[in-house]
């Protein structure tokens, strides 16, 4: 069974940095895709970040200030935020799939029970 499990949100000002962790149960992180998505309130889910092997992406929104990293030995995945801004408030969605990595979060096979960073501004 695969479980996804985020922590680290919480309330932040704006320029503020934040970690978001993912512990990572019945698949490895070091062999599959993994992703990170967030949705705003009233909005539809927004590719953030993915990583695969040796390959990572960024969406245009966050690029230059979030990072996906992940931790082979502890199969746990990372997103790194810095500078954060209010429009970077939603739920954010830690991801996996067994292939390639995508855009489109219907694709996106497993998924965590989100958890909330709020910017304030």
């Known amino acids: 069974q695969v479980q996804l499990v985020e922590s680290g949100g919480g309330l932040v000002q704006v320029g503020d940095s934040l970690r978001l962790s993912c512990t990572v149960s019945g698949r490895s992180v070091s062999r599959n895709a993994m992703g990170w998505f967030r949705q705003a309130p009233g909005k539809e889910y927004e590719f953030v970040a993915a990583?695969?092997?040796?390959?990572?992406y960024s969406g245009d929104a966050v690029k230059g200030r979030f990072t996906m990293s992940r931790d082979d030995a502890k199969n746990m995945v990372y997103l790194q935020m810095n500078n954060l801004k209010p429009e970077d408030t939603a739920v954010y969605y830690c991801?996996?799939?067994?292939?390639?990595?995508?855009?489109?979060?219907?694709?996106?096979?497993?998924w965590g029970q989100g958890t909330q960073v709020t910017v304030s501004s």
């Open positions: 990583i695969r092997l040796n390959e990572d």
């Open positions: 991801t996996a799939r067994d292939t390639r990595m995508v855009y489109t979060p219907s694709m996106w096979t497993y």
